[in-house]
């Protein structure tokens, strides 16, 4: 089964401190992988893609294919980095979203 | 169009009627792909549209809800006899022939039934 698993729903984080957002997904084929953003008022859209291997506002993520994941890090979080985030896998007839985590920067 | 446009932004509506939410993809993109949002709540899927092929309606929670797509564009999303729990931000997303799960989305429909 084509599957993405966000485990957290919320995840809060004070300023300055590292952020990795879980991602974790099933799939039997070669997958790719992407992490969508939306922030607040304003649409989701893309963060980036892991075939991109680019750092979008400070954000990477790495495919790990032993592992099935595709986190989300961040070494310094910044309180505009507040949004929900949604992890997505390119499926065999369309692309499956994860559930989100929305992701909370303390000041 | 530049982006992928919803009508209306927002509807309010009463409890028991029928309405219909517009979605206008970018143009070109085959693929059409229904969402909602529920308050706090993250993405769910209903219906996924691609070129020609019969759609995927899997995710559509009740036969209250239906959606077409009309000469490979425009699509609209139904929903009859609406209830309270309907209430929701819906979204539309188009992808272009290749892009796989580079999608672009719409800045939503917020519906609200009172």
């Known amino acids: 089964a ?15 401190a590292p952020v990795e957002l879980k991602c974790n997904y099933s799939y039997s084929g070669s997958p790719e992988l992407f992490w969508y953003v939306q922030y607040s008022r304003q649409r989701l859209q893309l963060l980036l893609r892991h075939i991109s291997r680019e750092s979008i506002k400070g ?14 890090k961040k070494p310094f979080a910044q309180e505009e980095d507040s949004a929900m985030y949604y992890c997505a896998l390119d ?4 692309i499956i979203f994860g559930k989100g985590t929305r992701l909370h920067i303390l000041p | 169009g530049a982006g992928v446009s919803q009508s209306p932004s927002n ?8 309405v219909e939410l517009r979605c206008d993809p970018i143009s070109g993109h085959t693929a059409l792909y229904w969402y909602r ?33 009309t000469g490979g564009s425009v699509s609209t ?20 022939a290749g892009t796989g799960g580079l999608a672009f989305f719409g800045q939503g429909t917020r519906l609200t039934v009172v």
């Open chain 2, 11 to 18: 509807k309010v509506t009463e409890k028991g009627k029928d």
């Open chain 1, 59 to 72: 954000f990477t993520a790495d495919l790990n294919k032993g592992e099935t994941s595709f986190h989300l």
């Open chain 2, 77 to 96: 999303l139904t929903i009859q006899r609406t209830q309270q729990e309907d209430s929701a931000v819906y979204l539309c997303a188009s992808t272009r």
């Open chain 2, 37 to 69: 949002q529920s308050l706090g709540q993250g993405l769910e899927f209903l219906i996924y549209f691609q070129g020609n092929s019969a759609p995927d309606k899997s995710g559509l929670p009740s036969d209250r809800f239906s959606a077409e797509r």
């Open chain 1, 2 to 16: 084509q599957r993405v698993t966000q485990p957290e729903k919320l995840l809060s984080v004070f300023k300055g």
């Open chain 1, 91 to 94: 499926g065999d007839d369309k």
